[in-house]
């Protein structure tokens, strides 16, 4: 994974310091939030993909229900028929909600978040000989979070650049660049240090795990008030979905609280802006639209093929 970050992470590095250097007046908080936003302006595409896979699959899921209705206790009949049902309507459960925009999600967050990781050799584009020595020397100095994870090595330097003067090795330019970039959020804390080494008290810095969490919180039950209204019988379904809301906030409060508060300012702006987007499109694409939209579509093919039917026939009785 590591290699997918770098990989994935230089243009978006790139991106960033555009960003920091002519939009966002060379603060680095700022340009991640404006880089987050950029990053999921471009997965609107996906979303909405996503609403209208998941209204074609209620509508499927309802034609389901009436076949195993039909041919109760016959199991076979029913994967006979449920398979003919799929063939119809050129449905794939199992790539349903999956696509291609799907995997440009994951690009996008990978990039994202291999910027975000790597700055010295991504934003600041750093000689990798002195990164190597940075990173090598900032393993010394006994960082918790170092010690969790070494690919958070590089914002560890940008933290604990003060720490690391006077390398062999090192150029005194690298060292400016370095020491140039505001690596502040707005003045409070560092975006390099991370909420759990400030356990003795209160910090400004927990505000960042907090919002996290809230951000995450109201996406999941967000969506899980939805899938109820659209679905008051989804069973399992919604089950699952309250496992998995449960999950992600336990899952987010581990994250940012043992990982840099750069990934948790990620983390909130993309979760914050995820909410937004995901009521927006949830009014213009609501699920009874869009199935109303493809009742229409069914309607008109099929009276289409009945009509290209009857032109068929005609012809040929015609002919004869």
Request: aromatic share 12%; with cysteine; glycine share 8%.
């Amino acid at each position: 994974m590591t290699a997918v970050y770098h990989f994935l992470g230089v243009p978006f590095g790139y991106i960033l310091k555009f960003l920091y250097e002519t939009i966002c007046f060379q603060n680095y908080a700022l340009s991640i939030i404006l880089l987050t936003l950029i990053a999921r302006l471009f997965m609107l595409p996906t979303t909405i993909h996503q609403q209208k896979s998941t209204a074609k699959t209620q509508r499927i899921q309802s034609k389901v229900r009436k076949i195993q209705q039909k041919y109760a206790g016959d199991q076979r009949k029913i994967q006979e028929e449920t398979q003919a049902l799929y063939s119809r309507e050129g449905y794939n459960p199992m790539s349903a909600g999956c696509s291609t925009a799907m995997i440009i999600q994951f690009v996008l967050l990978f990039g994202l978040i291999g910027a975000i990781y790597y700055p010295l050799s991504n934003f600041l584009h750093l000689p990798e000989a002195e990164i190597t020595i940075l990173t090598e020397a900032v393993k010394g100095l006994g960082d918790s979070a170092m010690e969790k994870s070494s690919h958070l090595s590089e914002l560890l330097v940008m933290e604990n650049i003060n720490q690391l003067r006077g390398l062999e090795g090192v150029s005194e330019a690298t060292y400016k660049a370095i020491e140039s970039v505001d690596f502040r959020f707005f003045g409070l804390f560092s975006l390099g240090d991370v909420p759990m080494n400030h356990t003795d008290g209160f910090h400004a810095i927990w505000f960042i795990p907090v919002l996290a969490t809230i951000s995450t919180l109201g996406t999941s039950f967000y969506s899980y008030y939805k899938q109820k209204q659209n679905d008051p019988s989804g069973g399992s379904a919604a089950k699952s979905m309250g496992c998995m809301t449960v999950f992600m906030a336990v899952f987010t409060i581990y994250f940012v609280v043992n990982y840099p508060a750069g990934i948790g300012v990620y983390w909130i702006t993309s979760g914050l802006f995820g909410l937004i987007s995901t009521i927006i499109i949830g009014k213009i694409y609501s699920p009874n639209k869009v199935l109303a939209k493809l009742m229409v579509e069914e309607t008109v093919e099929r009276r289409s093929r009945e009509n290209s039917i009857k032109l068929v026939m005609s012809d040929k009785e015609t002919n004869n």
